[in-house]
């Protein structure tokens, strides 16, 4: 995951941020401001794996196939495959499976999440 930049309020400099679960205390080495800070949005700290799974489509499209491929880097075959067995296609975090989802309803594919995504 990319690492958030945080600015200081009073100089503008970049701040360094130390992460102490759940709080996230921020110091600007310019100033010596700090900001300890506990509001987070859930889903920026949730760190489960959460699994993208396939459904069968028992005749998936050219358009659902090349989806895939492009999506996962799998081959046509295995894309194919994928689409018409259905199986896992990709563990990540819950912000990249929110980006994901969003493209994978695009696309028109029929997935589930393990375990229940709550975002
Ligand atoms: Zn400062």
């Known amino acids: 995951m ?3 930049k ?3 309020p ?3 400099s970049e701040m360094i941020a130390i992460y102490e679960k759940p709080a996230l ?3 600007c080495p310019n100033c010596g401001c700090k900001i300890t800070t506990t509001k987070w949005d859930d889903i ?3 760190d489960t794996d959460f699994e993208i799974i396939i459904e ?3 005749n998936p499209s050219i ?3 090349k989806f895939i491929s492009n999506f996962s880097g799998l081959n046509f075959i295995n894309s194919k495959k994928i689409l018409s067995e259905g199986g896992s ?3 990540d975090k819950a912000v990249e499976i929110k980006e994901k989802i969003s493209l994978l309803k695009k696309a028109d594919i029929r997935f589930i999440i393990s375990p229940d995504f709550p975002y």
């Open 2 to 4: 990319e690492e958030n």
């Open 56 to 58: 069968p489509v028992s």
């Open 10 to 12: 009073k100089c503008g």
């Open 89 to 91: 296609l990709l563990i």
């Open 63 to 65: 358009k659902q196939i």
């Open 44 to 46: 920026d700290l949730d």
């Open 6 to 8: 945080y600015i200081c």
């Open 25 to 27: 205390n921020l110091t």
